[in-house]
């Protein structure tokens, strides 16, 4: 049975951090791409920050240079460090793990909630 528990999220004021900890279970972990994404109601889910097995990261402008994605493959773990955080990155964010094999589904986890609000 595969697993993504995300953990982390909670409220902080503007200009905060919070590290976001994704513990994956169930796969064989190293050899996933792995990513976060965010929802807000009433829109669609967005990527926010992506690493390949090997190790490649990737952001779209609206949070490179803020938030950083990491991977511990002896933990089955995969990080998101988000620093100079604004109102509008308020969202829940969403962990995903995107198989090597193309035609396999990919797994999601529950969410955690984000609150940026002073």
């Known amino acids: 049975q595969v697993q993504l528990v995300e953990s982390g999220g909670g409220l902080v004021q503007p200009g905060g951090s919070l590290r976001l900890s994704c513990a994956a279970s169930?796969?064989?972990?190293?050899?996933?791409?792995m990513a976060w994404y965010r929802q807000v109601p009433g829109k669609e889910r967005e990527l926010v920050a992506g690493?390949?097995?090997?190790?490649?990261?990737y952001y779209p402008d609206s949070v490179q240079g803020r938030f950083a994605i990491s991977r511990d493959n002896a933990k089955n773990t995969v990080y998101l460090q988000m620093n100079s955080l604004r109102p509008e990155d308020t969202a829940v964010y969403y962990c995903?793990?995107?198989?090597?094999?193309?035609?396999?589904?990919?797994?999601w986890g529950q969410g955690t909630q984000v609150t940026v609000s002073s």
């Open positions: 995903n793990a995107r198989p090597p094999v193309t035609g396999l589904s990919d797994y």
């Open positions: 169930g796969i064989t972990f190293r050899v996933y791409s």
């Open positions: 690493i390949t097995s090997g190790s490649r990261t």
